[in-house]
């Protein structure tokens, strides 16, 4: 094992800057891209992950936060032209881009210390009476790592109006979401997708939902079923993606490794088998770094692309969201396995879907978001 927190973290600043173009606040998802809106936050959340955004000054958090403010359409959603029809692969619905999108900059101002300009007007008609439960109704669950994705989101944005705005119609729809998510909570699985997915989906579309039953303080149903799933999912080369010896899948191997770790937390009995799953991802995880200080999503024979041909990566090439979440599943990781040398005193919990703790410590603030009227919070 070589990787090891400083070097982990030098050599990703220096990705992170060969991502950066002329006009500071513009990056570009990988070296094979145009900036876009996605690069700049992605760009942002590595950075405080890095811990380097306390080295910004008020002004450049300002004129950041200003750059991505100007993608916000009138009705709250953030777009540009990566997003467009023509560039979106197929199967990457439009909503779900711009959900996808959205969540991101949330995230991204958040870390800055900022709000959206312009309030989430695209939450009205998921706000009316019986509204969510139809849309819930409509998803589909045979796939549920893609209905997940639009459900996290979906969560997210209610839990920011309900908290930044006091939306009691906000925190109704958001109650009902996550009664639904706990009728087709599948006993075996403890996964939330009615035992209609294929179960590494499942386990993938899981995960999104978790850090919202952390955040409003609702117990997820079946814990010890969750954590003896998701660690049987484990492949014999360490990772959690579907095929074996090609550097996993940064999202798969995400996902597990957060609900591993945030189920450890609230769910004794599985030390043992939790250490050594993720020492093996550890010792494995190397092989997802590439040379220019960057990771990869796998190193399959396929182009990456993160829902547009406008972020498609060459086999095995780094980006800034591979970058990312491989450096945060080391982090989570970190949070267990104290002693690796890869753990270091990484910067989590800059918003909800960076670990949650237990209730300790950094992320207590999720259940009442202290200072979030002050522009200042985790999300």
């Not at 080295?55 to 100007?70: G, M, P």
């Not at 029809?85 to 101002?109: I, Q």
Request: charged residues 30%.
């Amino acid at each position: 094992m070589t990787l090891s927190f400083d070097g982990i973290r030098k050599d990703a600043n220096r990705f992170l800057e060969s991502m950066r173009t002329d006009q500071s606040f513009l990056f570009r998802f990988s070296a094979d891209n145009k900036p876009n809106l996605i690069g700049s936050a992605l760009a942002v959340m590595l950075t405080a992950l890095l811990g380097l955004n306390e080295s910004l000054t008020e002004q450049e958090k300002n004129d950041w936060a200003d750059y991505l403010n100007s993608f916000q359409r009138k009705d709250g959603f953030f777009e540009d032209e990566d997003i467009s029809d023509e560039n979106r692969v197929s199967g990457y619905t439009k909503e779900r881009a711009l959900f996808h999108r959205t969540r991101h900059v949330l995230f991204a101002l958040a870390t800055l210390g900022y709000k959206p300009k312009n309030d989430f007007l695209f939450l009205e008609d998921k706000m009316k009476p019986g509204a969510m439960k139809k849309w819930m109704d409509e998803l589909d669950l045979s796939d549920f790592w893609d209905a997940s994705n639009k459900i996290m989101d979906l969560a997210l944005f209610l839990s920011y109006e309900a908290l930044a705005n006091e939306s009691s119609d906000a925190k109704r729809a958001l109650d009902v979401l996550i009664d639904i998510c706990d009728e087709n909570t599948d006993a075996k699985t403890g996964y939330q997708d009615a035992g209609k997915s294929e179960r590494r989906n499942a386990m993938a579309g899981a995960m999104h939902i978790y850090p919202v039953y952390f955040m409003w303080r609702r117990e997820p149903k079946y814990p010890e079923r969750v954590l003896e799933t998701t660690l049987s999912l484990q492949q014999s080369d360490g990772f959690f993606a579907y095929e074996t010896k090609t550097c996993g899948e940064d999202c798969l191997d995400y996902d597990a490794v957060n609900i591993i770790v945030n189920f450890s937390f609230i769910h004794n009995g599985y030390d043992k088998k939790i250490k050594k799953s993720l020492t093996r991802l550890l010792d494995a995880i190397e092989s997802c770094k590439n040379s220019d200080g960057g990771f990869c999503c796998h190193r399959r024979d396929e182009n990456y692309r993160f829902g547009t041909f406008t972020t498609e990566v060459p086999v095995g090439g780094s980006s800034l969201w591979s970058t990312y979440s491989r450096i945060l599943t080391i982090a989570m990781a970190g949070k267990v396995l104290s002693e690796h040398p890869a753990s270091g005193d990484w910067n989590l919990g800059n918003n909800i879907m960076e670990l949650w703790d237990g209730g300790s410590g950094k992320m207590r603030s999720y259940h009442n978001f202290s200072g979030l009227k002050d522009t200042k919070c985790l999300f």
